[in-house]
């Protein structure tokens, strides 16, 4: 389990880093905080021949809270947003999907541009990227360019962004007043990817009913998701126990999740209903009398 | 003064080894570098079964930096193969391990080549580069005869069967009021020691010597081995034991690599390490458990046992290596437990797989005998209506029972008997610990969306194996102790354990006394550390080195201080006379040497013996179980450091919980192991199972060795699936769910649950 033979350079500058990359057509690879490359290398299932190690370059770690919503940098760590007590106000979905990610050491290394660009179906910011609408900023050679996160993951582990290119910053639009939420995900272990996980959020009018609801869910398929039939179903509606059921068995017939090792497809189509019977009953303070 | 109140056995003596560990300075193999060192990797086989066409090494040769590719055909003359070290059975012969394979591959991990280069890195690039033809033959992964035999001498891939028991099982099931029959098993995992193998291996050519570094468990029945294998004297073979990184049974045993490390430092007469990686470590270290069995009691309708049948069926993977058939023995030999039933007969069928071979790992066969046994109670006292705790208090054996025999189980072992113990004493007293009364009522209940669950789990465990063990004492010319003992020492503590026992009976400091272990080079003959053996008998050799060489200091002290033998004592680094003269051990050690040598032989096993309990609830709808009350009960005879023998059983907990939630090696329809990392061969971790409790008692010293000990390390493991099986079960009862198979993935419990519910519609 040692890496292939590599070479490795630490860039300065944005601008030299995407000069690198550019220059070697493919052969280089970024790294931010390694916690998914460097197994990757070490099980010799990627083998560049250059690492261009983007952790130090400047003005990409910052945490930006204004009107415009919520900035983070690529080079922001889980363990930044998760000692950002301001998080908890500005965006409190962001700070508890966070809270699942890893253990301490990956926390402290991993890095949001990282997860992003790796797009494991399973993991937690690209799944809240989705279910927020966010806006991603990649920069390449030929300049700036923002991609819609419903529309970066493109499958298994596979993204828009050239070999050439970077993330620099994702926008999580602004979290408004009072707004309903939960996050729920289930894993083997505590900080082992999910084998299935639900995000949602909605905004009440003054009469009570659901605005614009936002149902994400990881884990159960090759990229994370939007449930646009559940979000179509709650739209306009007030919350009840008897629209959960119904929103959750619609969840479980809107993904096509995969046996592996860890569980059968079927467990993980399960899963989606059970959780988001879960997180809508928290966030709308529903009491579920559970079928069990 | 050798007052009671200063002994040291018996108290939770703060370990001697955790300064070491806790500030970094401990020795470990992979800590060691030579001048000239080079690093070696082995290319496995990617492919489960199939014929060697051909090797081509040459491009691997000609990289820089490679120094060796080393094959079976430069090995020469016949492949050495690994000897069956426990219970050698003729039948297993023709199954053993060759250490290289030569013109067939059985699992996918199996050596094929050995890379010696400047670094492991280079090795392992010039792994890539060798060129191995195959032609595949169908994989076996599991019972019964396939297109494509793994040996020639097996049609049906069945190595080995048996029957063996005790009483009359026909009459009883006959005869019986009630009998049922049910199919359990076990699945495939094996233990995950913090640190992989790994050898140091140097070729003295001047002296025609050899020093392997980094060998453990049984290191002088390895030399033995190693020795014929290379055509050496056993005298021209060093192996030494530096710290170890955890054993659990799977690690020190001989495996390939310590025959291949060795032979290529030979080979190139220079120094040669390798340390094996998480993914080496998950195909190449032995595999266990894996076995299933149809289990069938027959009792009277009250309750009472009369009689049991086993078969054993175990998966040993693609040859048998050093431990034999020890996995499933001891899984039918375990079968009855701690319990009075007259008639038993058991059956043992061991299969040939292409999949990883099997070895012992932690509590081997009892972990899953208990499982199963345990797991049958629980359906028989529902199927009859008695309460579970009653149930296994009416057929406990009694105190004035024992010794109890259980011969004839194992049919190439001798009579062997149940030792000491009031094994429903302390049942009663798991009881008491887990809240049985206050808390039965929560059977199967759900409260807050999850159900709750208690279980029990009763075992006996053996230990101490004969036949004998080595130690040797020396007071240094400074006053201190230097302990040299036969038994190894793999992180267990053993060096703190031996401490006290010979601080005690010669009144040296603790701090005064080093403890030497496992080398060839220390004892002329020694038997090592697994089977709950080292303290036993380690630990009574220790003794009786001790009590010699104190009669030696004292004889030698009454010359000088012209006081008889009964007048003398050993108080703060002196002998003293009753009138007050006194001389120095420094002193009395500087005059002459000081050393006695002390044995103890025994073939009589101990056996402990507990009761565990469990408390889960499980989540009904994701299959989540969460622990929240565990309790161990064992009487270990003596607990000689009670803080250390606590830290096995909670270890012990937790790696058997392991084995019921997560540990699992999966292999598919290919043979393909398909979690070689720990990204998907899952164990558990600090905070998975945080509420967990053990108690250790003395209640009933053993009767064969002076220290009353019994094995201490093996009994927090072996009855976890039975306990917490139990407790799951009952959880769900209400939803007609049976267990019967591990692991209990929230998966499969899930499925478990949905199946009886597609069966009962209507069931709450
Ligand atoms: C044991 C373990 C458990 C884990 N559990 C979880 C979990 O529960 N949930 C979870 O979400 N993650 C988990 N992870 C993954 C972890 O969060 C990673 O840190 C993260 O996925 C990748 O971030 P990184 O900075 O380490 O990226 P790296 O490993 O450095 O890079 C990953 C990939 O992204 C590319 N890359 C990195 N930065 C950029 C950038 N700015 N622009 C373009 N490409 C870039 C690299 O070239 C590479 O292809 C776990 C990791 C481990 C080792």
Redesign the interface.
Same mark, same amino acid.
């Given at each position: 389990?040692?890496?292939?033979?590599l070479d490795y350079i630490r860039p300065v500058t944005l601008a030299e880093a995407i000069a690198i990359l550019a220059a070697h057509g493919g052969d280089a690879k970024a790294i931010a905080g390694g916690q998914s490359l460097m197994?990757l290398l070490a &099980?010799?299932l990627a083998a560049p021949e250059l690492l261009v190690d983007i952790g130090r370059l400047p003005g990409l770690r910052h945490i930006d809270i204004s009107v415009e919503g919520v900035d983070l940098g690529a080079l922001v760590t889980w363990r930044d947003i998760e000692r950002d007590a301001r998080l908890t106000y500005a965006h409190p979905l962001l700070a508890a999907a966070i809270a699942h990610v890893a253990?301490y050491q990956i926390r402290n290394r991993g890095t949001v541009g990282g997860s992003l660009a790796h797009a494991d179906p399973a993991a937690e910011m690209p799944g809240i990227a989705i279910t927020c609408d966010a806006l991603i900023t990649v920069v390449g050679p030929n300049g700036t360019r923002m991609v819609p996160a419903n529309e970066f993951c493109l499958g298994g582990l596979s993204t828009v962004l050239e070999f050439d290119e970077l993330v620099t910053n994702v926008r999580l639009p602004p979290w408004k007043q009072n707004r309903r939420w939960a996050f729920e995900e &289930?894993a083997?272990?505590?900080? $082992?990817f999910a084998?299935a996980g639900v995000a949602a959020f909605y905004d009440i009018d003054q009469n009570g009913t659901m605005r614009d609801p936002h149902v994400g869910v990881i884990g159960v398929g090759d990229r994370p998701m939007r449930l646009s039939v559940v979000e179509n179903l709650l739209e306009g509606k007030s919350l009840d126990a008897g629209l959960i059921l119904q929103a959750a068995a619609l969840a479980r017939d809107a993904v096509d999740p995969t046996d592996d090792?860890?569980?059968?497809a079927?467990?993980r189509r $399960?899963?989606v209903g059970?959780l988001l019977e879960r997180v809508l009953a928290r966030a709308g303070n529903i009491v579920l009398m559970?079928a069990? | 003064m050798n007052n009671v109140s200063q002994l040291l056995v018996g108290h939770p003596v703060e370990r001697m080894e955790d300064a070491r560990f806790l500030s970094g300075s401990g020795l470990f193999v992979d800590d060691l570098e030579r001048d000239g060192m080079l690093h070696a990797a082995i290319l496995r086989s990617s492919i489960a079964h199939a014929d060697i066409v051909s090797i081509d090494t040459s491009a691997a040769l000609r990289m820089p930096g490679v120094h060796a590719v080393i094959t079976a055909a430069d090995i020469g003359g016949e492949i050495p193969v690994i000897p069956l070290r426990l219970a050698p059975l003729p039948e297993f012969e023709p199954f053993r391990q060759p250490v290289i394979a030569a013109d067939k591959v059985r699992y996918v991990g199996e050596p094929i080549a050995v890379v010696v280069a400047d670094s492991r890195a280079i090795a392992e690039d010039a792994l890539e580069a060798i060129d191995v033809q195959f032609e595949a033959l169908s994989a076996v992964t599991g019972r019964g005869a396939t297109e494509d035999a793994l040996f020639a001498c097996a049609d049906d891939n069945v190595s080995l069967r048996y029957s063996a028991g005790f009483g009359d099982a026909d009459a009883a099931f006959a005869n019986a009021d009630y009998v049922r029959t049910e199919r359990f098993s076990v699945q495939r995992h094996t233990a995950l020691p913090m640190e992989t193998r790994g050898l140091l291996a140097e070729w003295d050519s001047s002296s025609a010597r050899l020093i392997v570094t980094g060998a453990t468990k049984v290191t002088f029945y390895n030399r033995r081995a190693l020795a014929k294998m290379l055509d050496l004297g056993q005298d021209d073979i060093d192996l030494i034991e530096i710290d170890v990184g955890g054993g659990f049974g799977v690690r020190g045993e001989f495996y390939p690599e310590d025959f291949l490390i060795p032979f290529a430092a030979r080979k190139l007469a220079r120094p040669v390490k390798w340390i094996e990686d998480r993914r080496e470590h998950l195909m190449a270290i032995n595999h266990s458990r894996d076995v299933a069995c149809e289990l069938s009691i027959a009792c009277r309708s009250d309750g009472t046992m009369l009689g049991l049948r086993g078969a054993v069926f175990s998966d040993m993977g693609a040859y048998i290596r050093t431990n034999g058939g020890v996995v499933p023995a001891k899984a039918a030999q375990f079968l009855p437990g701690p319990y009075r039933i007259p008639n038993v007969s058991v059956s043992v069928e061991t299969f040939m797989t292409s999949k990883t071979p099997v070895g012992t790992y932690r509590g081997p066969g009892r972990f899953e005998a208990n499982f199963f046994r345990e797991r049958l109670i629980d359906m028989v006292a529902l199927d009859l209506g008695i309460d579970v705790a009653e149930i296994r208090r009416k057929n406990l054996i009694t105190e004035a029972e024992l010794p109890y025999p259980i011969d004839g189980l194992v049919p190439y072992e001798g009579p062997t008997s149940y030792d000491t113990g009031n094994y429903v004493e302390v049942f009663e007293r798991a009881l008491l610990e887990i809240g049985w009364r206050d808390k039965c009522h929560l059977q199967g209940r759900l409260i807050d969306g999850v159900r709750h669950g208690i279980g029990l789990g009763c075992f006996v465990e053996s230990g101490g194996a004969g036949p004998k063990e080595n130690a040797a004492l020396t007071l240094e010319r400074d006053g201190s102790l230097t302990i040299a003992v036969g038994s190894s020492v793999l992180g267990q503590g053993l060096e703190t354990v031996l401490g006290q026992i010979a601080a005690d009976t010669l009144s040296i400091p603790f701090d005064r006394i080093r403890v030497l272990h496992g080398s060839t080079t220390l004892l002329d003959e020694g038997f090592g550390t697994y089977h709950s053996r080292a303290v036993v008998m380690g630990g009574s050799a220790v003794l009786d080195a001790a009590k010699k060489l104190r009669e030696k200091i004292l004889e030698q002290a009454a010359n000088h201080l012209g006081r008889p033998n009964s007048e003398l004592t050993i108080a703060d680094q002196h002998v003293v006379a009753a009138n007050g003269a006194s001389v120095s051990l420094a002193a009395l050690a500087t005059e002459q040497v000081l050393s006695a040598d002390g044995t103890f032989a025994n073939t009589t096993r101990t056996y402990s013996y507990g009761t565990h309990a469990a408390h889960v609830t499980v989540d009904p709808r994701t299959g989540r179980v969460e622990i929240l009350d565990y309790v161990a009960v064992e009487d270990v005879g003596r607990a000689i450091n009670p803080a250390i023998v606590h830290g096995q059983a909670i270890g012990a907990i937790v790696q058997g919980l392991g084995g019921v939630f997560f540990d699992h090696l999966v292999y598919d329809e290919e043979a393909q192991l398909l979690n070689a990392s720990l990204a998907d061969y899952l164990v558990p971790t600090a905070s998975d199972f945080p509420r967990l409790r053990a108690v250790t008692l003395e209640l009933r010293p053993s009767l064969t060795n002076p220290l009353g000990a019994k094995g201490a390390g093996e009994g927090g493991i072996v009855a976890v699936a039975a306990a917490t099986a139990n407790a799951v079960a009952a959880a769900l009862t209400p939803l007609g769910v049976e267990i019967h198979h591990l692991p209990l993935t929230p998966p499969r419990l899930w499925r478990l649950i949905k199946d009886a519910r597609d069966r009962t519609p209507t069931a709450a």
């Open positions: 389990m040692k890496l292939p033979p197994p &099980f010799r253990h &289930f083997r272990r505590r900080g $082992d084998l090792i860890h569980a059968e079927a467990y $399960d899963m059970v559970e069990a | -």
